[in-house]
Every structure is written in structure tokens, then in C-alpha cells.
């Protein structure tokens, strides 16, 4: 494996970036499985990092390394602040942009990344599970998959006022008013995940894989869009367990969100003549 720490100068964020990519170039000498892509071009999963995070936090706490070897999958992992992975018109700082559209670009110029957009996956956990789901919906002629894992799906909430004072995430409601804006403006928007699934159906939806932990401090915030996805018919995989807001939980998810794409990409490459 390659791990590779870079930067760049991004129009999108009006400034310098760093992400950090894991190449599944060669194997570690403990690695029991042949990458299925050597040489590439190889699907490549954009994995994003949560509120009060950083690029490297998958890195650092989570298997993505061996799992990057083991389905033939470079990882992109970019640094976002805390920003919730959403363009922000007043500040100029486009973080959605970033994703659904530059840091495809930026990535596919420096390496041996597939083009296509079967090959093309976006993920992330807590702040990050909003980030792709929003943007994987948002950019659905681009992604094909979204792993969203213990997803802060909190816009609902702030919509409905519930965040006068801390919330969920302890940020004060000023945070959220900078991040998304008026309140009263969100519902519909595309900062609605509901709201942009039911503008996917029939056109291009993502296969979206959806985790959450059963005794998560979100749970509940995942389990209000599962049900909207199921009351739309967006089709996608409800996957809850044991577990809280960590990464213990967070290393199943992957685990069990990687082996789900590969299943259905197996399926697809079987049904094809």
C-alpha cells in the first residue's frame, strides 16, 4: 500500500487543502489477499472525516488500509474543518463544490483513479455521513455509492428550531445559522437529504448504504430519514448494530458497507451480458 499526505491551492475552499490518499499499489507483507487492481485505474472511495476531525482519522483509528488492499480501492481523505461538507455563499468556501466536483478532478489528474461513475464512492462518518450523503445525492451523475455511517443528520432539527441552545453535536445554534443558513430556508434545499433522494429517484439514484450504532446519540436522526427513504421508495441497505458514536462501531460499518458495494458490483458485473 501507498499512503500519500499532499496538498494543493483549492478555488472551491479559496486556499491551500491537504488529503491524504491510500493507493492499494502493492501488498504489506502480513497481507493475505492479492489486490484485484494492481496496476489501476481503480475505483476510489472519497471518505470523509467528522465534526472536530481531520483528514487522517480514518488513518489513524480504522482498518481502511487493510480494506483498501482487500477490495482494490484507493481512499481519498480530505481535510474539511468544520464545515459540514456544504457550500457557504457568504464566505466563498465551497466545501460541497470541493467534493462533487474539484477534488474529482485534482485526484484523477495526480493518480491512476478509475472515471467512472460505478467506480466512484463517497463516504463518511458523523459530520462526514452528512457530507455523503448530501453531496452523493447532490452529485449523483458522479457517485454511484454513498457509505454513510452514524450520519449527523441534523438539519431537520434545526429547521424545526429544536437547536436554541447546545445541541447534539454541543456547538451553539450560531453554528448552525453560519453553516446553513436561514432556517427556514433549508427544508427543500439541497442541504435536505429527503429532500434531494426524492429528486434522485429515477435519475441516477446512488445505491446508498446507511449505519448506525442502536444506542448512537444520532440514532434517531438516521432513523427519521431511513423511514423517509422507505415512505419515498428510495431503495438502500439500513444497517444498525450494538454500538455508539465510535470507532469501534465505525470499523464494522466500513467493513460491512466495503463488503455490501463489492456484493453489488459482483451482482451487476454478473447480470451483465
Known amino acids: 500500500m501507498a499512503v500519500i499526505q499532499t496538498e494543493y491551492y483549492s478555488v472551491s475552499m479559496c486556499g491551500f487543502i491537504s488529503f491524504a490518499a491510500v493507493l492499494p499499489v502493492d501488498l504489506p507483507p502480513t497481507a493475505k489477499l492479492p489486490p484485484r487492481y494492481a496496476g489501476g485505474p481503480w475505483p476510489t472511495l472519497y471518505l470523509l472525516h467528522g465534526y ?14 487493510t480494506l483498501a488492499a482487500q477490495y482494490g480501492i484507493a481512499v481519498i481523505m480530505p481535510e474539511g474543518g468544520n464545515r459540514f461538507w456544504v457550500d457557504n455563499p457568504e464566505t466563498g ?7 462533487g466536483e ?10 491512476n483513479l478509475s472515471d467512472r461513475r460505478e467506480d466512484t464512492l463517497i463516504g463518511g462518518l458523523s459530520m462526514g455521513g452528512y457530507g455523503a450523503i448530501r453531496n452523493g445525492l447532490k452529485y449523483h451523475d458522479t457517485f454511484s455509492t ?5 450520519s449527523a443528520l441534523i438539519t431537520t432539527a434545526y429547521a424545526n428550531g429544536d437547536f436554541d441552545k447546545a445541541t447534539e453535536m454541543g456547538v ?24 434531494l433522494a426524492g429528486k434522485c429517484l429515477g435519475k441516477n439514484a446512488p445505491a446508498l448504504f446507511m449505519a448506525c450504532g442502536s444506542e448512537d446519540f444520532l440514532f434517531s436522526r438516521n432513523l427519521e430519514l431511513h423511514d ?4 419515498m421508495g428510495y431503495p438502500h441497505e439500513w444497517w444498525v448494530e450494538p454500538g455508539v458514536h465510535d470507532f469501534d462501531f465505525w470499523n464494522r460499518a466500513i467493513s460491512a458497507g466495503l463488503a455490501w458495494w463489492d456484493r453489488q458490483r459482483n451482482s451487476a458485473k454478473e447480470g451483465t451480458p
Not at 468556501?93 to 467534493?99: A, D, K, N
Not at 454513498?146 to 452514524?150: P, Q, R, T, V
Not at 445554534?173 to 427543500?188: A, L, N, T
Open 102 to 111: 474539484e477534488l474529482i478532478t485534482v485526484t484523477r489528474a495526480m493518480f
Open 146 to 150: 454513498i457509505l454513510a455511517f452514524s
Open 228 to 231: 423517509a427513504l422507505v415512505a
Open 52 to 65: 472536530s476531525g481531520a483528514r487522517n482519522d480514518w488513518l489513524r483509528n480504522s482498518r481502511i488500509e
Open 172 to 195: 451553539p445554534s450560531g453554528y448552525y445559522r453560519h453553516v446553513f443558513g436561514p432556517k427556514e430556508q433549508v427544508p427543500g434545499s439541497d442541504m435536505d437529504p429527503a429532500a
Open 93 to 99: 468556501i465551497s466545501s460541497g463544490r470541493l467534493l
